[in-house]
């Protein structure tokens, strides 16, 4: 993830945005899975509706490469502060202009959806679109280090709730508001994603760590 020095601002006005968030409707079908999603249109409304008055703004960015069509989203605040996601690729199944638009508006709609929280289907409508960047075969020896240099559950618990507890006295908001901002940091995160409990929780740690680091 890059971003810049603080994101103090950027959490408050994520709270905010969450504070104002309505949920979009599923308006639109799956012919493949018979179920409803939002589209990448009502998606964007939601969001542009709840970023009002926050001062948060976003940018999607869409690059090419060898991997296929790859789309990578900039948040940014008006004090000048920004985090960005890392690029979300995925290589078209049918490789003709309908296929790549499919990919893009896609990988566009999940990422939204991922850093602001939006539900925005029961199942995956990117039918022509599947993700190209596997996770590497040394990916569970990793975790398996990175357990072994953690805390024990319940301790690792016991300085989760400090923390946010900290956190939300720090930043005047409830531990709930807290606790869902640091999560839609750590979505953006390709390896929270793929990460085991113990790995998201010690993300997480992570997350409030840096927030009352910012606000010091």
């Known amino acids: 993830m890059e971003s810049s020095q603080e994101l103090g601002e950027i ?3 994520m709270m905010l945005f969450r504070a104002q968030l309505k949920q979009p409707s599923k308006d639109a079908n799956n012919p493949f899975f018979k179920q409803g999603y939002v589209t990448l249109e009502g998606v ?19 690059s090419n490469d060898e991997s296929g069509i790859g789309v990578k989203t900039i948040i940014t605040h008006k ?12 290589t078209p199944e049918k490789k003709n202009p ?24 029961k199942d995956d409508d990117g039918n022509q679109a599947t993700p190209s960047n596997k996770p590497k075969q040394n990916y569970q020896k990793r975790q398996a280090s990175r357990q072994q240099t953690t805390s024990k559950p319940k301790e690792r618990l016991v300085e989760f709730q400090k923390l946010l ?10 531990t709930e508001e807290v606790q869902t901002s640091a999560l839609n940091v750590a979505k953006q995160d390709p390896e929270y994603i793929k990460a085991n409990e113990t790995g998201k929780q010690d993300r997480l740690i992570s997350i409030l760590k840096n927030m009352l680091t910012q606000r010091e």
Do not use: C, H, P, W
């Not at 964007?44 to 869409?62: C, F, H, N, P, R």
């Not at 920004?82 to 690729?89: A, E, M, N, P």
């Not at 309908?98 to 289907?121: C, E, M, N």
């Open 44 to 62: 964007m409304k939601s969001v542009d509706e709840a970023l009002k008055g926050t001062g948060l703004s976003y940018t999607q960015i869409v």
């Open 98 to 121: 309908q296929g790549y638009g499919s990919a893009i508006t896609y990988a566009k709609r999940y990422q939204l959806s991922a850093l602001f929280g939006i539900s925005s289907d």
């Open 79 to 90: 004090s000048g502060q920004f985090f960005s996601t890392g690029v979300l690729s995925l």
């Open 11 to 13: 959490f408050n006005g």
């Open 165 to 174: 507890k900290q956190a939300s006295e720090k930043l005047n908001a409830s």
